[in-house]
């Protein structure tokens, strides 16, 4: 749906570009309006390449994009395996660690992901994300999902439909379900935009489409240090962190890092949905196992992965099955989308089916960090290399809020979808007892479709400017390095990192 719409504007941009050259102007006041009128319709793709192209060359000489010509997707698997190819933040210079840094600040140098194996910190904060997640079941987890989605679904169909940006849409529920998840109640009032705006900002800014706001996520920091002082997550930390510290974690885990990811991924999905009928009215109508449900979440993933691309840096020289050396301190960045799409039947398609033969789709969605056979199907990352721990959680909730999400509702969107989602999921939401009229939805949609073009072409400039200035600030700040020049004598510090000198 979203092609043709994208085909209908095009064919009308084409025909305004027609009757502009029949009137006789300057052909180069025609040719300028046309090369303006097409910027909407490539310029935000080629930003999104520019900031994985940037991705690489942050590193210098030695970053490395992975899977590539050299390495294809089995020495990608081979190389997310090695032990030596382990580092999260230790790099020879400045680079893509201190820009996740700058990012995730002022979580930055606690938040689990950027620890390093082996340290007292590391082992501190895995132990307490144990804790929160372990001892809920299944069915306690599902209970919970239901509780919000019934009633954050109830309140967006009240009025019989709304336009939504779907991610933004899911954001103050995971919130909630975290909050309650880790305090044992309900969110009080008026803190939802603390919370929201804390996590808004920092998905926001790692796309480049705002800058850090740092007093507002010091506010949640301050809040969370009041909770455990008030004696909340009790039995959860050990004695080796600060009260501060403990409230990081919290707030770069649970309240950032775990809410976006999982509000991305339910946007995603929704989306995914919204924009093939076919699928969604299998869901709403002949899906009671949830078998296939399984196969859209599984399909959902593969084309739309939680993670862009994960860095991880070799602590020595690691000679590859194809006889090449990367030497120590190569930042290996390993490119999911790209991962994901070697091996599969036409890999840019939504296809839920071709999770029908073989494993099944809720063995392939949930397997811890596995390979599934021959397929390059890594949702979740590597297990023998951190897998991400809420992947149990992530699947449960995932499912329990879509299975509820088809059954009290409809969803129509013609944007882009692609992986950033820097429109955050524009779409309709329809009560599925009072549908809109087939003409008013699809003007509206070819509305939406128009809007998100253009709104893309605003971003896609300040994209630029913003990451061009966050990647200067990072590089001018350098926190990852400069942590790690002040700890170069902690014993998972390389060799290479204790012979080096800036």
């Not at 811890?368 to 023998?384: A, C, L």
């Not at 009290?408 to 944007?415: E, N, Y």
């Not at 979808?417 to 009229?437: C, F, K, N, W, Y």
Request: net charge neutral; hydrophobic share 45%; glycine share 6%.
């Amino acid at each position: 749906m979203a092609h043709a719409q994208d085909r209908l504007l095009l064919v009308g941009a084409s025909l305004v570009i027609a009757l502009l050259a029949l009137t006789g102007l300057n052909r180069w006041i025609v040719l300028a309006f046309a090369l303006v009128a097409s910027l909407p319709f490539w310029l935000p793709q080629q930003v999104i390449r520019l900031r994985f192209w940037l991705f690489a060359r942050i590193n210098g000489p030695e970053g490395l994009q992975l899977p590539n010509e050299t390495f294809g997707p089995e020495t990608f698997k081979w190389l997310y395996g090695q032990p030596a190819v382990r580092l999260r933040s230790i790099q020879r210079g400045v680079g893509l660690s201190d820009l996740f840094w700058y990012l995730l600040a002022p979580a930055h140098d606690i938040h689990q992901e950027h620890c390093e194996t082996g340290t007292p910190l590391y082992a501190s904060v895995a132990s307490a994300t144990r804790k929160v997640l372990s001892p809920n079941t299944s069915e306690q987890l599902t209970a919970l999902a239901n509780k919000y989605a019934e009633r954050m679904f109830s309140e967006q169909t009240a009025d019989g439909w709304r336009v939504v940006r779907l991610r933004d849409m899911y954001f103050p529920m995971f919130e909630k379900m975290f909050y309650e998840l880790l305090f044992k109640e309900e969110m009080p009032e008026g803190l939802e935009k603390l919370y929201v705006g804390s996590a808004d900002n920092v998905i926001t800014a790692l796309k480049g489409s705002t800058l850090r706001d740092m007093p507002l996520r010091d506010r949640l920091t301050a809040h969370l240090e009041d909770k455990l002082k008030a004696g909340a997550c009790k039995g959860i930390f050990d004695d080796v962190l600060t009260l501060r510290e403990k409230a990081l974690h919290l707030q770069g885990v649970f309240f950032h890092t775990g809410c976006v990811q999982i509000s991305e991924a339910a946007a995603h999905l929704t989306l995914a949905i919204a924009q093939h009928p076919a699928v969604q009215k299998r869901l709403q109508t002949a899906d009671e196992s949830g078998e296939y449900l399984d196969m859209v979440i599984a399909e959902a993933l593969r084309v739309w992965p939680l993670f862009g691309v994960a860095h991880r840096i070799t602590s020595e020289d690691v000679v590859t099955p194809e006889g090449i050396t990367l030497p120590g301190g190569t930042v290996c960045c390993f490119n999911y989308p790209k991962f994901h799409h070697i091996g599969f039947d036409n890999p840019d398609s939504f296809v839920p089916e071709r999770w029908g033969d073989g494993p099944s789709a809720r063995r392939a969605a949930s397997a811890p960090g596995g390979t599934n056979g021959d397929m390059n199907y890594i949702p979740f990352g590597m297990k023998v290399n951190r897998p991400c721990p809420a992947q149990h959680i992530s699947m449960v909730w995932l499912r329990e809020v879509a299975r509820v999400a088809v059954k009290r509702a409809s969803f129509h969107s013609a944007v882009d979808h692609v992986r950033s989602m820097p429109d955050r999921g524009l779409a309709i939401v329809e009560g599925q007892s009072t549908p809109l009229p087939w003409w008013k939805r699809s003007t509206l949609l070819a509305w939406l479709a128009l809007q998100d073009h253009v709104e893309g072409l605003g971003r896609s400039f300040v994209h630029l400017v913003l990451v061009t200035y966050m990647l200067w600030d990072s590089r001018r700040k350098a926190l990852a390095y400069n942590y790690w020049q002040k700890h170069k004598d902690e014993s998972v510090a390389p060799a290479w990192l204790k012979a080096d000198s800036r």
